[in-house]
């Protein structure tokens, strides 16, 4: 699977805009991006994912650069509850494959 | 859909004795997996389940650790002759295993702590 890059923390204000950047420049043609956050003392809960094309759901919208080497999550209006620790994963969608996690972003949401 | 259960969400034990932890997936999906999680590190991966059948064990899973899931429905994780380095998250996804086989849900996780 593909490494990913993703910044330590982030700030974003309550009602504004979050994006969060993950950089995966080795990615290969048939690998996944994928995005899950965990909450304080929660378990992960998944986002979103794509292969090529931007993708939006009731939670966030995700941006796939052209050349796929990078990918943004955005969450359109941050609240105070969105403050959680957010995965940037890249796998292929084989049967054999599982979800390996890195460090992820810190993401503070502040009122 | 009632999630993902774990029990128990706390667990305090002393050093060298034995545990047990329990998961309960979403009941159709197929697929069912564990992970442990240390203070500020994602989750590692340590086993998971097709059904009934153990397909990968990681090298993190040592031979203290072992994984059951009879009758492909909810799945066990024990732990013997616990030691203080086993303290961590362990947490439980499932997932239906065919078409978007990463979107797994996970459970609240159990807490372990050894004393």
């Known amino acids: 699977d593909a490494k990913t890059t993703q910044p330590t923390s982030m700030d974003c204000a309550e009602g504004r805009a979050a994006n969060l950047p993950c950089n995966h420049s080795?990615?290969?043609?048939?690998?996944?991006v994928y995005w899950y956050r965990q909450i304080h003392s929660q378990g992960p809960q998944y986002i979103i994912h794509g292969l090529k094309n931007n993708e939006t759901n009731e939670m966030a919208s995700l941006i796939i650069t052209e050349d796929r080497k990078s990918s943004t999550l955005i969450l359109p209006h941050a609240t105070l509850r969105d403050t959680a620790v957010y995965y940037c994963?890249?796998?292929?969608?084989?049967?054999?494959?599982?979800?390996?996690f890195g460090e992820g972003t810190q993401l503070t949401v502040n009122p | 859909d009632t999630g993902v259960s774990q029990d128990p969400r706390h667990k305090i034990t002393k050093r060298g004795q034995n545990v047990t932890f329990r998961c309960d997936p979403i009941s159709e999906h197929n697929r069912l997996y564990w992970y442990r999680q240390t203070l500020g590190q994602g989750p590692e991966f340590l086993t998971y389940?097709?059904?009934?059948?153990?397909?990968?064990k990681s090298r993190l899973l040592s031979d203290r650790f072992s994984a059951e899931r009879p009758k492909g429905s909810f799945s066990t994780l024990e732990i013997q002759r616990t030691e203080q380095g086993d303290s961590a998250m362990y947490l439980c996804a499932s997932s239906l295993g065919r078409g978007e086989l990463l979107r797994y849900t996970f459970g609240s996780g159990t807490r372990l702590t050894v004393v």
């Open positions: 389940f097709q059904n009934e059948a153990q397909l990968e």
């Open positions: 080795t990615i290969s043609g048939n690998e996944y």
């Open positions: 994963i890249v796998s292929r969608e084989t049967s054999g494959s599982r979800l390996t």
